[in-house]
């Protein structure tokens, strides 16, 4: 693939975090931005109009998660190369996209240091993986073996309030937002924090925030189902 034409869209729910990123790729010679998606629907949108070289999506994206859009583009789109961004840059994360069928990952938290090194390497048919993640021990919460396994005896003991909290934390909503969002007060949802922390044994308030985020990288939620009635 020629750096003279490669062609770029980009993906994520944070406008901010969406507009640094994009600034950053125009200011790569050789690089196109063809395309700012929201979300993966958008982004499959403009895939099915126009595809691109390279696609860089984060693996947290509303409805239909990054991973499963990795998916999507690795069977749609075979010659399209694909960069995921993680907020944690965890094994479990790597596995996730490399299962989906990425080609790197770059940890959010190193993304000034690594993007323009991860975006030459994939571009160009190389792969790349975040150091640090592939450095790190898988975590133990204290049932061993893989993140999975791991994950899901302890957040089965949730009461399906408690899930949907947990889901909305591990989007990096504020007790605040999620209280909004379901229409709750906010003492409700610091009520639910609590005994999510206690059910899951997280000491402090980033423990479980990594564990939320953890647990929708390796278990996504489904697509929202509409409740329109059928003719």
């Given at each position: 693939m020629?750096?003279?034409?490669?062609?770029?869209?980009?993906?994520?729910?944070?406008?901010m975090m969406r507009a640094g990123l994009a600034a950053f790729i125009r200011s790569l010679r050789g690089y196109a931005l063809v395309f700012e998606a929201n979300s993966a629907e958008a982004a499959l949108h403009h895939?099915?109009?126009?595809?691109?070289?390279?696609?860089?999506?984060d693996i947290l994206l509303p409805a239909m998660?990054?991973?499963?859009?990795?998916?999507?583009?690795?069977?749609?789109?075979?010659?399209?190369?694909?960069?995921m961004l993680s907020g944690f840059d965890t094994p479990a994360a790597i596995?996730?996209?490399?299962?989906?069928g990425a080609n790197g990952l770059v940890s959010k938290m190193s993304v000034t240091k690594d993007l323009a090194d991860a975006i030459t390497a994939v571009a160009n048919g190389k792969e790349f993986w975040s150091a640090s993640a592939k450095a790190q021990p898988e975590p133990d919460y204290g049932y061993g073996g893989d993140s999975a396994s791991m994950l899901r005896p302890r957040s089965a003991t949730l009461s399906v309030r408690e899930k949907e909290v947990f889901r909305y934390i591990g989007k990096g909503l504020s007790s605040k937002n999620i209280a909004q969002t379901l229409g709750l007060s906010i003492r409700t949802i610091d009520v639910h924090r609590a005994n999510i922390k206690r059910k899951l044994g997280t000491r402090t308030t980033s423990e479980l925030l990594k564990y939320a985020v953890l647990a929708n990288e390796l278990d996504?939620?489904?697509?929202?189902?509409?409740?329109s009635k059928k003719k």
């Open positions: 020629s750096k003279s034409n490669i062609l770029v869209g980009l993906v994520d729910d944070h406008p895939m099915r109009q126009a595809p691109v070289h390279l696609l860089i999506t998660s990054g991973v499963d859009l990795a998916r999507t583009i690795h069977h749609e789109f075979p010659t399209t190369r694909v960069l596995k996730s996209a490399r299962d989906a996504p939620p489904p697509p929202a189902v509409s409740l």
